[in-house]
């Protein structure tokens, strides 16, 4: 069975600093390209950031460059988000996703149609 799921959300202050973690079950993260999005309440959900499987090329919303990074663990076939200087509109709902291919194009719609996805887990940044 596919699954995916998410860990390591939480409250933190303005500026603080959260690392997701993004692991699977049925399939192997290193196989493909991963993406994180994310959800604001009213909003619509966002593709944040995504890493290709083969050459592990990175590609980063505007709204976070410079602040958030992915990157992979092949060995525990986890992938993380590491958040810093986070803001209050980064507060969201952070999933994890992939649509079974080896390369970002299209990301920001990960998370429907065929692929998987995990429930997500939630950021919030306040004070």
């Known amino acids: 069975q596919v699954q995916v799921v998410e860990s390591g959300g939480g409250l933190v202050q303005p500026g603080g600093s959260l690392r997701l973690s993004c692991a699977a079950s049925?399939?192997?993260?290193?196989?493909?390209?991963i993406a994180w999005l994310r959800q604001a309440p009213g909003k619509e959900r966002e593709g944040v950031v995504c890493i290709n499987s083969g050459d592990r090329s990175t590609f980063y919303a505007d709204s976070v460059k410079g602040r958030f990074t992915i990157s992979r663990d092949k060995a525990k076939h986890t992938v993380y988000l590491q958040m810093n200087s986070l803001k209050p509109e980064d507060t969201a709902v952070y999933s994890c996703a992939t649509g079974f291919d080896k390369y970002c194009s299209g990301y920001g719609s990960y998370g429907t149609g065929a692929g998987a996805w995990g429930q997500g887990t939630q950021v919030t940044v306040s004070s």
């Open positions: 049925g399939f192997s993260l290193n196989d493909y390209a």
